[in-house]
């Protein structure tokens, strides 16, 4: 017979938590044709997802000799027939392009039905409308350089900024409104966790809720941005770009020493170091003049990759896949793109040859590494060649933000570095170490680089990054950071910028915001106020049916998004309601909970640091989520169930889903459920021993608002029920409450602790609580 208990608990969950959710809009959505077919934005999305697997940019697939990726190729005449073009501009009647896609004849039909890629009868229209109209061909949005369009004139008496007027003349297009502003509690809340990754505390609720005076909010941001919690909530995302772990990975994964670079990261945003300035001596500080060791530091950005000890390998194969790692990592990190679907072929659908990649391959190819490094050993945190050796003094001076500094002689940490003889290059055939083709010098891709920037090393290719003419690294930039305030960027896919990429929803605004970011210095915490000042930030994320169903997918964002937080934050919002979170700055990586065994399931080696998980003690348990020790084989587990990436590669958007495995995590993981019990404690002896006092301060501060009466009810319900189970069950209480390494409370009734620390834990598990609106 079900747990009656557990059910009303599993109901309270699922009754007091409310998510808003709608189906994505199908492909073919019969809408209306466009009056003006735009190349860019409404026939290019169909030739490249329909067409340029057999006529794109990879010549080798390419059939027909007819090309449709390139304005000249889908223009020229087809074959030796100099009268017959796949496309002739205003006359779709003469055009083959047009007779193949409205073939019933199997044999002519285009793309052949056996490819599964067949068009439309929308898109089938768009491309006749198109050519009728005279077929302008456009070059692809994202390798035009930016241009600052003009601000509309749009939204007066609700706009607070440009960015509202850009966001509002497109929400009156599709017939939507802006919601009204969302109430204070909610939006102290969503700026806390959007900005340093904790809720609001409840001084800080009572203090903001009283603060009517103008400007109030912006003084809030920046009073939020000057922390070191902001540093560490974007340290956060970085540390997933990067592919930032503690161990080398593959199959023995031994134990790295890298924290010194986490918190050099984490001491860049807290210094809000210019965001070119930043990259630049992460991709190439060892080449700067008379490099500093802060500077070499930061280039451990470059070695974060996977490093193999196991016996057997080929040392060359594997050096190369260290430098397309980093090739991957630029290219995803930087520009948005793809850039290692070219590696074994031309790009299927970007106009990057084979040749392209391994001309960015040379730039990072020059680093004196090894594939295989045997020295790494299963008793030292090694670090393979190139690296740098700190000392305490040295500590001192480059790491001052560091806790702990006194219990540092030295470390030794990679770096790059570059062979005083340039390593050549070669077009790698099938991308196979091996099997070596033309012989290639570094080279700037032509397609991203339409002023033909020349770049020799390393550091010049770091530094085209931030040249006006290069048409990526910006709108990548502010589209990331736009992406972690409204859940997804003007651009949704983040790692590709190219022709498979999603459109830009509000391209003008996106170019608006790059090309400010740009001139602002590359100011990082200029965009963020920009951003978390507008109107459009402020909006509430309560909606109705009627606009639900007018934009289900929330892109003209005439609501606020609401959000669930990341593993960390949601660990960290336990720990901090609780009062249990430390809030040291920096230092080693700690090792918390995390249930027995993980560790010892997957070591192939069969020794070294890292074969058993030893879990730490005192404040080691407690520490920021940032903080916890990063196996690449095993990850913490609380984080990787709330999809948390494994950091083998760069990655840019956590995928987000909703499993079983995350509730039964918040219920049971130790982290969670000592927290929930020392909430109980606090809350008891601030309500004074009164049940509902107690409940509402315990929902107040976890969710950052109150319940209402309803709710309310049904939580002491709860607590009445569970209180009488563990009455008569005395230890099964004392087991409850004594979960974790805080001693007990003392001075509350045991059933009543163990009563309302199940409480706690359950509106730990809320919606309310994971998600900020």
Known sequence: MPN?????????????????????????????LPDVVDFNFHVKPILSDRCFKCHGPDEAKRDAGLGLHEEAAAFAALGDAKDHFAIVPGKPEQSTLIARIYSADPTEAMPPPESNLSLSEWEKAVLKKWIAQGAEWKAHWAFTPPVAPAVPAAGAGWAVNDIDRFLYEKMEENGLAPAPMAEKSALLRRLSFDLRGLPPTSEELQAFEADNRPGAWAEWAGRFLDTDDYAERMALDWMDLARYADTHGYQDDFERTMWPWRDWVIHAFRENMPYDKFVIWQLAGDLLPSPTKEQLLATGFNRNHKITAEGGVIDEEYRVEYVADRVQTFGTAFLGLTMDCARCHDHKYDPISQKDYFSLFGYFNNVPERGYVSELNQNARFAPEPSITISKEEIDNILTFINNKEELESLDLMVMAEKEERRPTFVLKRGQYDQYGEQI????????????????????????????????????????????????????????????????????????????????????????????????????????????????????????????????????????????????????????????????????????????????????????????????????????IFDAPSRDLCTVERQETNTPLQALLLMNDPAIVEASQVLAARAWRKAEGEPGAAIKWMYRTVTSSLPDAEELEQLLQLFEQQQEVFAEAPLRAKQYVGAGAQETAHGTPLAVHAALAFVGNTILNLDVAINRG
């Open 441 to 640: 010098s570094p080279a700037i891709p032509k397609a991203f680089n339409p002023d033909g920037v020349s770049a020799d090393n390393r550091l010049e290719l770091a530094r085209w990054l931030f040249q006006p003419g290069n048409p990526l690294t910006a709108r990548v930039a502010v589209n990331r950071i736009w992406q972690q305030f409204f859940g997804q960027g003007l651009v949704s896919t983040p790692f590709d910028f190219g022709n498979q990429g999603a459109l830009p929803t509000h391209p003008e605004l996106l170019d608006y915001l790059a090309v400010r970011f740009r001139e602002s210095g590359w100011d990082i915490q200029a965009l963020i106020r920009l951003i978390v000042e507008s109107a459009a930030y402020r909006q509430s994320a309560v909606t109705s049916p009627q606009k639900l169903a007018a934009d289900p997918g929330n892109q003209w964002l005439a609501r606020a998004p609401r959000l669930r937080l990341k593993g960390e934050m949601i660990r960290d919002q336990a720990l901090a309601s609780s009062g249990l979170l430390v809030r040291e700055v920096g230092g080693p990586s700690v090792k918390p909970y995390q249930p027995e065994g993980l560790w010892e399931e997957t070591t192939g080696g069969g020794g070294g640091s890292t074969a058993r998980y030893v879990q730490g003690e005192g404040d080691d348990l407690y520490r920021k989520s940032l903080y916890t020790f990063w196996k690449r084989t095993v990850p913490p587990p609380g984080m990787l």
């Open 4 to 32: 009656p208990t557990m059910l009303l608990r599993f109901l309270l969950i699922a009754g007091l938590s409310w998510s808003c959710s709608a189906e994505q809009p199908t492909a073919d959505m019969r809408l209306p």
